[in-house]
């Protein structure tokens, strides 16, 4: 590729330059190489000379003079001229005919992207909690989650897709207590997920005049604990009940978790646990709890076992965390879990480092904010409560729905619902991901569903418009590919091999946001091309040709980035 190429040319006259100036370059430096913002500053520019200014205590002009003398372009000659500009950068012009031949190389830009990693990478995500609905908030980590999952996936890596899911703590005690009080099984098994919900809100609403519910609670909780016949049964039900529910949602949402194992799953490890967190002192008593300090990270101590002896959120966790770096031995865990519970992981974390579990093992907390509706608020149901993921999922269909009807009111109605489910889905992962996940995100169907921009559509519509062209074209003359020579052409095959540069950063910077955007300006581009240049009625066929080749490649880039943020592309909209 010939960006790689040019990153080659600089850090070979990088390195004849640090010889001779006796420079301390870090060792992992990265040579930064960009895609020049003006015609006048050549095709790439590199930064270099202004970044290397503090190293060299020189000036930033000087070093790039300097890097001029080293470099010995006769290797390379794609490029025609390299010059400098004030106030210190290097920019290379490339021979006309240096793009058109990338074309060959872009097509096998997803392969090269895959590389051999021995570690695998666990991506927690989703972890619902159990007789509860699932939330917006769920969404947020389900999405970025699942194309963190992928992106990795992409790179070669094998990962493994965790949905850590909240089935265990104090809440089902009080839960089992509403049942035995107030539940009917039949009810319940109606519509099991809402009347779970509505008996547990009611606890709460009793237990303002009863608080001796509250101790019922506690005992009800350790009855499960200690494996109670009744409880158990009634837990498992609960369980299984919740998971279905979740489950429908994974298979619309397209997601496919290798590991179900949740919070209940570690119960069994947690006294062997205190057992050896007590052994080795790390945790001390304090009235009555036992607590692990973490004065040395500037952190409060995390609760390790309540005063009754009940386990913890905490506790669990970091069982589980054990658990995953002893079977695995994953070169990353990454825990998708929203901005407020940093705190909490910071303190996971230390633990971690404590007990010296395996340094190899990079631990991240993935956070992600707040889901706002159309005037900036919280969104949430008119009582204040957070709305369902389903209650969103449902109106989206039919708000998509209602924009295919008007488009195409002659197609049969399942035809209608099956494109507009695979557009409002789309929709509901790009409105999350197009910007930095730790920004809260705005919440509107209209916005989310505009054809014109910005949104799953454009990219939909986009990749359908060219799919058009290029069933049209009957193609039987050899494709001259020298002749993509148009300034359009050669700015599109410049965007398309940056694609590379673009999955490997959304991946180490778990920044899916900056594929998003990068796919938006790559469709501006193409639907350009599709008004500037009419290729369908290019006379030079061998040209023709060659821009149909052109088209089915940037086609797949285009394809391949949309499937990685789970938007189906359509051949016909
Ligand atoms: N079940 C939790 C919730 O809904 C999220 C779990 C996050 N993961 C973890 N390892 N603690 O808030």
Do not use: C
């Not at 974390?349 to 010296?356: H, P, V, W």
């Not at 149901?381 to 709305?387: A, D, N, S, W």
């Not at 091999?497 to 950063?505: A, G, N, R, S, Y």
Request: avoid cysteine.
């Amino acid at each position: 590729m010939i960006k790689e190429q040019l990153e080659n040319l600089i850090k070979n006259a990088l390195k004849e330059a640090t010889q001779e100036k006796h420079w301390a370059i870090p060792k992992d430096f990265d040579i930064p190489i960009t895609i020049s913002p003006h015609k006048n500053f050549g095709d790439y520019s590199s930064t270099l000379p202004l970044i290397l200014s503090k190293i060299a205590k020189d000036s930033p002009m000087n070093i790039a003079q300097l890097l001029l003398t080293k470099i010995t372009k006769d290797k390379y000659q794609f490029v025609e001229k390299i010059e400098i500009a004030s106030p210190g950068y290097l920019n290379f012009f490339l021979q006309k005919n240096a793009f058109p031949q990338e074309i060959l190389v872009l097509k096998n830009i997803v392969s090269s992207l895959k590389t051999f990693h021995p570690r695998p990478i666990i991506v927690e995500y989703s972890s619902p909690n159990i007789a509860k609905p699932m939330h917006i908030g769920h969404l947020r980590s389900t999405i970025i989650g699942e194309t963190l999952a992928k992106l990795y996936e992409t790179l070669g890596y094998h990962v493994i897709r965790w949905n850590y899911l909240g089935d265990w703590g104090t809440q089902f005690g009080k839960l089992i207590v509403a049942y035995k009080l107030w539940g009917k099984q039949q009810e319940i098994q109606k519509n099991p997920i809402d009347n779970l919900l509505k008996l547990y809100q009611k606890f709460h609403q009793e237990l303002k005049q009863k608080p001796e519910l509250e101790k019922l609670a506690q005992e009800e909780f350790k009855k499960l604990e200690a494996g109670d016949k009744t409880n158990k049964r009634l837990w498992l039900w609960f369980k299984k009940e919740s998971l279905k529910e979740f489950l429908k949602i994974y298979n619309l949402l397209g997601i496919k978790f290798d590991i179900l194992k949740g919070e209940s799953d570690f119960e069994p490890d947690l006294l062997p646990l205190i057992e050896e967190l007590k052994k080795k002192k790390l945790i001390q008593e304090s009235q009555g709890a036992l607590i692990l300090p973490l004065d040395e990270f500037n952190l409060p101590p995390a609760l390790i076992q309540k005063t009754d002896k009940a386990s913890l959120y905490f506790t669990r966790d970091l069982a589980n965390l054990i658990y995953r770096i002893k079977k695995y031995h994953p070169e990353k865990i990454l825990y998708v879990v929203g901005n407020e519970q940093s705190l909490y992981f910071k303190q996971l974390f230390s633990a971690a480092q404590i007990l010296n579990l395996d340094p190899l093992t990079q631990l991240e907390h993935i956070k992600f904010g707040l889901i706002l509706d159309a005037h900036n608020k919280k969104f949430s149901t008119r009582e204040g409560e957070l709305i369902t993921l389903k209650e969103v999922i449902d109106t989206g269909l039919k708000n998509s729905l209602a924009i295919i009807r008007d488009k195409h009111p002659q197609w049969p109605l399942k035809k209608q619902k099956q494109l507009a489910q695979i557009i409002a889905l789309g929709a509901l992962k790009f409105n999350d991901l197009k910007s930095f996940r730790t920004q809260n995100i705005i919440f509107d169907w209209q916005q989310m569903l505009s054809f014109k921009g910005n949104s799953s559509v454009y990219l939909q519509y986009t990749y359908a418009r060219i799919n058009k062209i290029i069933s049209r074209a009957k193609i039987i003359q050899k494709p001259k590919i020298e002749l993509l020579n148009k300034e359009l052409e050669k700015n599109i095959i410049q965007n398309l091999l940056e694609f590379k540069d673009i999955v490997q950063k959304s991946a180490h910077d778990y920044a899916p946001h900056l594929l998003a955007n990068y796919l938006l300006s790559l469709a501006d581009l193409l639907n350009n091309y599709y008004e500037e240049v009419p290729v369908l009625k290019e006379l030079n066929i061998n040209r023709r040709a060659a821009q149909i080749v052109f088209l089915k490649t940037a086609a797949t880039i285009l394809k391949q980035g949309m499937e990685i943020l789970g938007i189906t592309p359509l051949k016909e909209i």
